[in-house]
């Protein structure tokens, strides 16, 4: 037998839906939503502490994995008016996260372009602009064209190899949220 894994030992894993439950016990509805947001529900911040536990849950369970949020409520909260509220603010609140993430990633790719430009031009400028014998101005400006060509070439890399997968990662994070069922469970007190 095979054996289990960290996140595996954590969250419950249901069996029919294939996922892992990230459970989060409230005392009321409001628990999920920002205190500070006076806006109406379906438009709310979703509450900073909710939002922490539950991308560091989701990030403890690998990506190739579905998970389901499952909001434990004591039974004489029920009302299915909130309930529908409150997974239309998650799934807003998560939304909104994505697109956010898009814009990011979308300046990154000019970022990522204007670094290989620059780091092109500056770097021929270098290479075919500056020859024979100068004087110390000359030199320390071509020493300088030289550095700033590199830097940007450095920019380049860090941006595709680094920083892009480092933002696909969360934007992948924040898909799987946004895609992941929200379930609610009532519990007598």
Known sequence: MRKKRYFQKLYKYDELKKTYLIEVSLDNYDDVYDDWDASPFKKRDIEDEFNDFVLNSSQDIPLNYDISIVLYLPAS?????????????????????????????????????????????????????????????????????????????????????????????????????????????????
């Not at 970022?111 to 031009?121: A, E, G, Q, V």
């Not at 004087?135 to 070439?153: P, R």
């Not at 190899?161 to 519990?187: A, M, N």
């Open 77 to 189: 909260k029920k009302d299915y008016q909130k309930e529908a509220t409150l997974v239309s603010a998650y799934l807003n609140y998560y939304g909104y996260a994505i697109e956010r993430l898009n814009k990011v990633k979308s300046n990154l790719h000019q970022k990522i372009i204007s670094y290989l430009l620059l780091s092109t031009f500056l770097l021929s400028i270098g290479y075919f602009f500056f020859r024979g014998d100068q004087n110390i101005f000359t030199n320390v400006l071509h020493e300088g064209i030289f550095i700033g060509g590199w830097v940007f070439l450095w920019e380049f890399f860090t941006s595709i190899f680094i920083t892009k997968r480092e933002l696909q990662e969360e934007y992948r994070l924040y898909r799987r949220l946004y895609q992941s069922e929200v379930k609610f469970i009532y519990y007598d007190e």
